[in-house]
């Protein structure tokens, strides 16, 4: 008896299949990473702070957000692939922080503390931090992935990519 995958006429075929199915993976033809760098623009002016977030074609990769330099610069590393891109520096406007913040509790009153571990309170490394740099007004359509009209195919290695807003 001839056991299918072990030597001989026709199973040599599924050894040989095997082999180059394990040197494509090997090579990266898995999709890989791709670092891409670039700057934010606004009608061809950088825009000074906020975020970027890639939001990837593939549902089983996870959405990145990087921030966006004070001179519009950003980088990241994405899986290879189709991303939506989103926009956001809503962070950074001062006008806007009546709306985000909350009015100062009256002497002698606390939060509850229930929900952290022995009561404790959040220290500053694990609260979310403002972006750096200014608040500079753009369309609200880049904020979200479903209206900004924003994509980009990430190909494996370093790549530049400007990030342009109209």
Wanted: glycine letters at 14%; proline letters at 11%.
């Amino acid at each position: 008896m001839r056991i299918p995958w072990c030597g001989g006429g026709r199973p040599a075929l599924g050894r040989r299949a095997a082999f180059l199915l394990a040197v494509a993976l090997a090579a990266g033809c898995g999709g890989g990473r791709g670092q891409v760098s670039g700057r934010v623009l606004y009608k061809d002016k950088p825009v000074p702070g906020g975020w970027v977030t890639f939001v990837p074609a593939d549902s089983r990769e996870n959405s990145v957000t990087v921030p966006i330099g004070e001179d519009g610069t950003y980088e990241v590393t994405l899986p290879a692939g189709q991303v939506q891109i989103v926009v956001d520096n809503r962070e950074l406007d001062r006008r806007a922080d009546y709306l985000t913040t909350p009015p100062p509790l009256p002497p002698g009153v606390r939060l509850p503390t229930s929900g952290m571990a022995g009561g404790q309170t959040p220290n500053s490394e694990t609260v979310p931090q403002r972006p750096p740099g200014r608040y500079l007004w753009i369309p609200a359509k880049y904020h979200d992935t479903e209206t900004s009209g924003l994509t980009y195919t990430v190909n494996p290695g370093s790549q530049s990519f400007d990030i342009e807003l109209k």
